[in-house]
């Protein structure tokens, strides 16, 4: 009782005990009233937030018409350069008729992209349309400028050899164990084989199942001979060619530049092309 009483005192003596008496309204009342107004501004200025986010977010997260996208994509790689071109080009096809076919992917399906007034398509730099690959889109008139990139799949259908039985790492391939059939030329980086003779008494680094493509990185590299032979020079250029003699200094392995010491003392690095014989080609 004591400490209500000296409760009620200090709130009489308190200045702004004659402002809540004029008002004609308890302390309680008022503190009421003050905490009402406190919630609602709250919940006012809170719906007005999270309105506001909802609209960025409804911008940000509009969904693009993907169909449009990927009918941007076809009608782009219908006007790039045929791949048969560039196959036969790159070796990979002896005159042999060649099958394109373009498989399209799909965009992650999390992916979202803001309204776009004009798309571009385009091939990234480094880029070619063989194998896996993509096309590039960007958009260059839009509230937000995005650029993501098209999966798509080129396979170059073309003669090449497979075994017809599997090969285990370290066998010699003869000629009844390959023939020749489609295969996807395009479906890894190393070049398929084509012909028979390019793997015929060579052996294989690593199991192949039969009917898959022989592939180049499949062989082991064929070696025309050792450092410290004597091998045949042959320089080779337009209407003349000139043989010399000359000590390998490097192991002749297919496929890479080996160094040999010519009579004289100069030394030049040469492909291997057959039994100690080395070429340069000007």
Not at 24 to 33: D, M, S
Not at 67 to 86: E, I, K, N, R
Request: hydrophobic fraction near 45%; charged fraction near 20%.
């Amino acid at each position: 009782m004591k400490t209500l009483n000296a409760s009620s005192k200090m709130a009489r003596s308190s200045p702004s005990s004659g402002l809540l008496e004029d008002v004609g309204l308890e302390p309680f009342q008022i503190w009421a009233a003050l905490l009402s107004s406190l919630v609602w501004l709250f919940l006012c200025g809170g719906a007005a937030f999270w309105s506001s986010g909802v609209g960025a977010q409804t911008l940000s997260n509009a969904s693009f018409d993907t169909a449009a996208l990927q009918q941007q994509v076809h009608d782009y790689l219908g006007q790039q350069a045929s791949p048969q071109a560039q196959a036969v080009a790159e070796g990979k096809a002896l005159g042999n008729p060649l099958r394109v076919e373009v498989v399209l992917g799909q965009l992650d399906p999390r992916l979202k992209l803001a309204p776009c007034d004009k798309v571009k398509a385009y091939l990234p730099e480094g880029v070619r349309l063989w194998g896996k690959s993509r096309v590039g889109l960007r958009c260059e008139q839009g509230p937000v400028r995005w650029n993501v990139a098209w999966p798509v799949t080129v396979k170059i259908w073309g003669q090449a050899l497979v075994p017809v039985v599997p090969l285990r790492p370290g066998a010699v391939v003869t000629p009844s164990d390959v023939r020749v059939t489609e295969v996807d030329l395009a479906a890894v980086s190393s070049p398929a084989v084509l012909q028979a003779k390019e793997v015929v008494g060579r052996s294989v680094i690593r199991n192949i199942p039969a009917g898959q493509s022989l592939r180049q990185d499949d062989i082991k590299v064929r070696r025309w001979f050792a450092a410290g032979d004597p091998v045949r020079l042959l320089v080779k250029g337009a209407g003349f060619s000139v043989a010399s003699e000359g000590v390998a200094l490097t192991a002749g392995d297919e496929g890479q530049c080996a160094r040999v010491r010519l009579d004289g003392g100069r030394i030049v690095c040469g492909d291997p092309v057959a039994q100690r014989q080395v070429e340069i080609v000007l």
